[in-house]
């Protein structure tokens, strides 16, 4: 049935494809392009204006409109300031998936509905599907590109009006879809960088906004072993950019250093040798701020879980903690890191998350601060 369908065009190759495919349905698409950035826009780093530039050729060979819309306010208070506001508590945010739930699918949304759209679309690699009045989110067939992840804090007023046309296809048949079509954007690599901001040196992004305060660097025994320039730059997991890698552990063999914790209060980086050092193993973790597809909890019991995005489901066990979750693992997770999200799976569909607030790690001494306590996002 045909409708007017409102989509996010980035300027991508996904986007594009979005588009040509609703309106070879017979759909009436519009194009809308979201600048949600204004700082040091014209930069090398910050892209809007090619993107631009790139979305209205594909609209035109498409054969669609295409309106140029600012969410930058909204977007800095909204995503940005909570972003900021988590770094400085010592907690790797995940931009991405705030950017979806407060951008793209609530000011865009509310944007396109304004504009008499039925349904909006973006250029996702995930699936909806609706059974008895209900909508489930479901990952994409192709797994490798799967961002259900991402999406998890959708809500089912949003999935209602959220079509992904590239749900059921593959990244593979998208470029050849793009090339057959003659899209010009076809062979555009995928953007890489924090959501909007751009790809560029994170560490000297930060800095502008966070400022900086060198601390040492200290080893298991408590021995320092560098100087690190800023915890605020530096997450759970972390191998590159320690600046330590010569250094031997009380004269032991040359092993790859790892972030392994953060104390606020000393302004002191805890790091250990060996990606699979106990200190970097959680049986479980708590999660605040908890976000369900059905609207209500999954009952208690087992599932898989994500904690990253590029990882494979862990088998875990879900129980409530008072207004959030814990996740007991089946086997120890590596490098679960505050801030980041935890995103439940029942096979292919996705049941929703919630944010990171602390890695139970057994191995790791008590004495050692744990983040910053979060606080009420707005």
């Not at 990882?311 to 997770?333: I, N």
């Not at 439940?344 to 607030?357: H, K, M, N, Q, T």
Request: proline letters at 5%; a neutral charge; hydrophobic letters at 40%.
């Amino acid at each position: 049935m045909a409708m007017r369908v409102v989509v996010g065009l980035s300027g991508g190759v996904d986007s594009a494809v979005a588009a040509w495919l609703l309106a070879r349905a017979g759909h009436e698409v519009v194009g809308i392009f979201m600048k949600n950035w204004e700082d040091d826009d014209d930069s090398e780093y910050c892209s809007s204006n090619a993107d631009f530039v790139d979305a209205a050729a594909a609209a035109d060979v498409i054969g669609i409109e295409l309106e140029h819309v600012n969410f930058a306010a909204a977007y800095k208070d909204r995503v940005f300031a909570e972003f900021l506001r988590e770094y400085r508590a010592g907690r790797t945010p995940n931009p991405d998936v705030l950017c979806n739930a407060e951008i793209k699918f609530k000011a865009f949304l509310d944007h396109a509905l304004r504009l008499g759209a039925e349904k909006i679309a973006t250029g996702h690699y995930a699936r909806v599907r609706e059974r008895g009045g209900r909508f489930e989110l479901l990952r994409g067939v192709d797994a490798a590109k799967d961002q259900s992840y991402f999406l998890h804090r959708l809500t089912q007023a949003q999935l209602a009006r959220v079509l992904f046309p590239l749900g059921e296809l593959t990244k593979t048949q998208v470029r050849r879809l793009a090339a057959e079509i003659g899209l010009p954007n076809a062979q555009k690599k995928d953007s890489t960088g924090i959501c909007f901001i751009g790809e560029r040196p994170f560490r000297a992004f930060l800095e502008r906004y966070l400022g900086s305060a060198s601390g040492p660097i200290v080893d298991e025994q408590g021995r320092e072993v560098g100087r690190h320039v800023g915890l605020s730059f530096y997450t759970i997991g972390q191998r590159q950019g320690l600046g330590i890698g010569g250094v031997r552990a009380g004269g032991g063999a040359h092993a790859p250093w790892y972030v392994a914790a953060k104390d606020l209060t000393h302004n002191t980086l805890h790091v250990v040798q060996g990606h699979a050092h106990p200190w970097l193993l959680a049986a479980a973790l708590d999660a605040d701020e908890p976000s369900w597809i059905a609207g209500t909890p999954p009952a208690p019991g087992v599932y898989g879980a994500k904690t990253r995005y590029r990882q494979a489901d862990a088998e875990c066990t879900l129980s409530e903690r008072g207004d959030g979750f814990t996740l007991a693992f089946a086997t120890p997770q590596w490098a679960v890191t505050p801030g980041q999200s935890a995103v439940l799976y029942d096979g292919e569909s996705c049941l929703g998350g919630g944010v990171i607030a602390r890695a139970v790690t057994p191995a790791l001494p008590a004495v050692l601060p744990r983040p910053a306590a979060r606080g009420t996002r707005r």
